[in-house]
Each structure stands twice: as C-alpha cells, then as structure tokens.
C-alpha cells in the first residue's frame, strides 16, 4: 500500500517536465474541429469535466454530443482490446454513454477525471458483459458532490490526471504495454502482482500524489 | 473511524481498479474501502490511471448510427438517477455487503461448524469463495492452512495471530504457505468476511466436523 507504513520507492518522485504536447497524444484530430468551447484549463485540450457538469446540470445535448465524439471512440477501443468483437464493443459503448448521460449527477470532479470516471463505468460493464459478474462497489462518502466544488480541488485533480496520462506516455514502450494490458483486463492477478513490484519509474509517483489530492480532497470535507 | 493498521496491497488495488478479479475479491475489497480512507483514495488513484489508459487509447472509428443510436437512448430515458448515495446503514456490515447478505445481519443463514463457530457461504462467482464467520469471543481456532489466498475483513471484534492484532477494518492478506491459528479477542464475539480464492470443495457432511477454514 502507499500507505506511511511502507516505503516506497521514491528515487523517480522528480516530477518530469511537462512535455510541451498537445493533451491526446496518440488521439485523433477530430476532437480539434470540435464546435464545443469547453473552457480550457490551458492549451491542452477541451475541459471534459466542464463538460460533463454542464450534462449534469443543464442536460445539454450538444455537450453530450461532443463528448461522445471525444470518449465513444476510446471506450470502443478499450471494450475490443478487452476480448468484446466490433459488434459487442458497439452496443457497450452505447450503453456506456447512456450511462454517463444518466448518472452524470454522481460525477465530482474534485474527485475524478471526466475520462477516470468514464472508464469506471466502461469497466463495469466490461466485467457484467463479459465476465457476467455483478461488481460490489465500496459504500459512498457520506458526502456527495458539491455544487460548488473547491476550484482548487477540482483544477488540480484535472492537472493530476493530465501529469498521469504524460507519464504514461513518457514510459518505455514495455511497461507501457504492461499497465494497458492490465487495465484492459489482459493480466491475470498473480501478473499485476509482479508488474507492481516493478520500478515503474514516473507512474508511481505520480499515482502516489493524486493520492495525497485524493487524500486531502477527502479530509477538507 | 477506527484507525486501521492492515490495509489492501498494491496488487489488490490494482486488480480491483482494472476489474480483473473474482466477484468475492471484490466484495472484501470493496467492503474495506468502505471503511478506509486511505485505501479508497489509493483505489481512486489507480482509477486516474485506468482514465489515463481509456483517453490516450488508440480510438476505434464508430459504425455511423452509433451516436444517433445513444441519443434515441438517451431521449427516451426517464428523468436522470438522482444521486443515490450508499450510506451507512449498518453499523457491522458495510454497504456492498449488506447486497450479499440481503440487506441486513439478521437475515444471515449461519452454519455451525464446530467449537461455536459459525459460517454463512455467500453466493458469488465460483472462482472464489465468500464467507462470513462467526467467532466467539476467545475461542482459539485450530492450525489452518490454505490453497492459495486468503483475504479476512475484521467486521466486529478482533482476533490475534503470528502476524499481528486485526480488529474492526483490518484486513489480513494470506498466502498459501502461511499458517495460522487466529485467537478471537476476549471482549467481544468476532465477525469476519473470509475470501479465498481455491473454489470451494465440498466432500460431504462429515466435511462440517472439519476445521471450518480448511476447505
Ligand atoms: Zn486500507
């Protein structure tokens, strides 16, 4: 665990420098035609949290629009590297989306990305429709989203995410496959047990300071 | 909350982040996230990095009707969930599990199996098993040892082993070599969700006289 207990090892907690790349790195260029304008946090792309709370709040079908064009691709992409055919990946992501256009109300975006909480409700659907598995979900915070959230939570949890998907981007090819594959259900326990012994150099750092956000995000409420 | 010493491990965190663990992993995990901070947001960190993997992934081109498709879905739908929050509402059993033992402790269908203790087998996927145990306060339980993992949530009371004092919210995490013999705490009755990952064998009723861990 992160927890203070364990050592962790901190040789790769340098922060890198952020790459001066344009947000989606292996994206397509659809989403710059995009007639959305999202609000931008800086140059790196459209708001997508901003996005969502305007679905949340004002039901706002061309937002919906335009994140869809953004997302449905990629949970279509992670639905068929996941073991679903063309087919199967099709209808999920139709379900997924809906998903996301019904739920939107439980989106915090001092908590979550808008695409950290678009793959959790992309992988559960995986494991009910692939796995047919019912997935237990820990007991909320007694607290929910809050109308306003805390611009300083909310900014720097999107900036955490963005420093993640960098680091991601910024690993050796291997280890970079290896975290995918985890993620899309590829890695049998026992071969996530071994992947996370490994040094996975700027990742876990990174992983261990949104945890701290999380973690400060949590106890200020 | 109780300060909890004995947390989830990297592993465990990230196979339940990535969806690729049997459903009673889950459900132990998921009920000790429920109760520890500390784990829920490593979880939600992990998940950062499954919405790292979702958005920098090579995206796949849609059949034509599929946004036309999802907006009929959309439109069609009733009025949106409201936020449905799962609080609390057991002071034993948290939330994911009170889905698992119909809604409420008293409803549990206990088993003995010998010395007072008791057992209720949770219905899941078989490819591993979820059970609750009951424990009286100080009972010693037999040498055990097991097949392969063995995951115990602490949900009342507390027991001591070799590896250390495990009271409410503290998970013990189990490989096959370990053997153990957990000492319920004198001062109350002890109530735990065990998961192993072996499948449940049953070989008869005289199984029951058996040391109930031992399957
Ligand atoms: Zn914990």
Redesign the interface.
């Given at each position: 665990?992160?927890?203070a207990?364990e050592p962790l090892d901190t040789r790769d907690a340098t922060p890198i420098a952020a790459p001066a790349i344009n947000g989606?790195?292996?994206?397509?260029d659809r989403d710059k035609a995009k007639p959305v304008s999202a609000g931008t946090a800086d140059d790196s792309g459209p708001d997508w949290a901003a996005v969502l709370i305007r679905i949340r709040d004002h039901?706002d079908?061309a937002s919906?629009?335009a994140l869809?064009?953004h997302?449905?691709?990629?949970?279509?992409?992670?639905l068929?590297?996941s073991g679903a055919d063309?087919a199967q990946?099709?209808e999920c992501?139709?379900d997924v989306?809906?998903t996301v256009?019904?739920?939107?109300?439980?989106f915090d975006p001092a908590?979550?990305?808008a695409?950290?909480?678009?793959?959790?409700i992309?992988?559960?659907r995986?494991?009910d429709a692939l796995?047919?598995?019912?997935?237990?979900?820990?007991?909320?915070?007694?607290w929910?989203?809050e109308a306003e959230p805390d611009q300083e939570d909310r900014l720097g949890l999107q900036q955490?995410?963005e420093h993640?998907?960098e680091?991601?981007?910024s690993l050796p090819a291997k280890q970079r496959e290896l975290?995918?594959k985890?993620?899309?259900?590829d890695?049998?326990?026992s071969e996530?047990?071994e992947?996370?012994?490994l040094p996975l150099g700027t990742?876990k750092s990174r992983?261990?300071l949104?945890?701290q956000r999380?973690?400060h995000a949590?106890d200020r409420k | 909350m109780t300060t909890i010493r004995h947390h989830l491990t990297d592993d465990l965190i990230m196979g339940y982040s990535a969806g690729t663990l049997p459903e009673a992993v889950n459900l132990i995990i998921a009920s000790h996230v429920s109760l520890c901070d500390d784990c829920r947001a490593a979880v939600e960190a992990h998940d950062a990095l499954g919405g790292a993997v979702l958005d920098t992934t090579k995206a796949e081109t849609l059949d034509d009707g599929c946004l036309d498709a999802t907006l009929a879905m959309i439109r069609a739908m009733n009025a949106p969930a409201p936020r449905d929050i799962k609080v609390p509402q057991d002071p034993v059993a948290p939330a994911p599990l009170l889905d698992y033992i119909g809604g409420s402790l008293d409803a549990v269908k206990w088993r003995p199996v010998g010395m007072g203790v008791k057992q209720a087998i949770l219905k899941t996927s078989p490819d591993a098993t979820a059970r609750l145990l009951y424990i009286p306060a100080g009972t010693a339980m037999p040498d055990h040892g097991h097949r392969g993992l063995e995951l115990t949530l602490v949900l009342q009371g507390a027991f001591q082993d070799d590896e250390g004092y495990f009271a409410r919210g503290d998970i013990e995490i189990a490989d096959a070599d370990l053997q153990h013999t957990p000492v319920a705490d004198i001062s109350q009755d002890c109530i735990c969700l065990a998961v192993t990952d072996a499948p449940l064998r049953l070989k008869g009723l005289a199984r029951l006289a058996q040391p109930f861990l031992n399957i």
């Amino acid at each position: 665990m992160f927890g203070a207990t364990e050592p962790l090892d901190t040789r790769d907690a340098t922060p890198i420098a952020a790459p001066a790349i344009n947000g989606h790195v292996r994206g397509d260029d659809r989403d710059k035609a995009k007639p959305v304008s999202a609000g931008t946090a800086d140059d790196s792309g459209p708001d997508w949290a901003a996005v969502l709370i305007r679905i949340r709040d004002h039901r706002d079908e061309a937002s919906f629009v335009a994140l869809f064009r953004h997302f449905a691709p990629r949970v279509k992409a992670f639905l068929m590297r996941s073991g679903a055919d063309a087919a199967q990946a099709e209808e999920c992501v139709q379900d997924v989306m809906a998903t996301v256009w019904q739920k939107a109300a439980q989106f915090d975006p001092a908590r979550a990305s808008a695409a950290t909480w678009i793959f959790t409700i992309a992988r559960n659907r995986r494991i009910d429709a692939l796995r047919k598995q019912k997935r237990p979900e820990p007991e909320d915070l007694p607290w929910g989203p809050e109308a306003e959230p805390d611009q300083e939570d909310r900014l720097g949890l999107q900036q955490e995410t963005e420093h993640l998907e960098e680091a991601l981007a910024s690993l050796p090819a291997k280890q970079r496959e290896l975290i995918e594959k985890a993620y899309f259900g590829d890695l049998t326990h026992s071969e996530i047990a071994e992947a996370t012994g490994l040094p996975l150099g700027t990742i876990k750092s990174r992983i261990r300071l949104a945890l701290q956000r999380l973690r400060h995000a949590m106890d200020r409420k | 909350m109780t300060t909890i010493r004995h947390h989830l491990t990297d592993d465990l965190i990230m196979g339940y982040s990535a969806g690729t663990l049997p459903e009673a992993v889950n459900l132990i995990i998921a009920s000790h996230v429920s109760l520890c901070d500390d784990c829920r947001a490593a979880v939600e960190a992990h998940d950062a990095l499954g919405g790292a993997v979702l958005d920098t992934t090579k995206a796949e081109t849609l059949d034509d009707g599929c946004l036309d498709a999802t907006l009929a879905m959309i439109r069609a739908m009733n009025a949106p969930a409201p936020r449905d929050i799962k609080v609390p509402q057991d002071p034993v059993a948290p939330a994911p599990l009170l889905d698992y033992i119909g809604g409420s402790l008293d409803a549990v269908k206990w088993r003995p199996v010998g010395m007072g203790v008791k057992q209720a087998i949770l219905k899941t996927s078989p490819d591993a098993t979820a059970r609750l145990l009951y424990i009286p306060a100080g009972t010693a339980m037999p040498d055990h040892g097991h097949r392969g993992l063995e995951l115990t949530l602490v949900l009342q009371g507390a027991f001591q082993d070799d590896e250390g004092y495990f009271a409410r919210g503290d998970i013990e995490i189990a490989d096959a070599d370990l053997q153990h013999t957990p000492v319920a705490d004198i001062s109350q009755d002890c109530i735990c969700l065990a998961v192993t990952d072996a499948p449940l064998r049953l070989k008869g009723l005289a199984r029951l006289a058996q040391p109930f861990l031992n399957i």
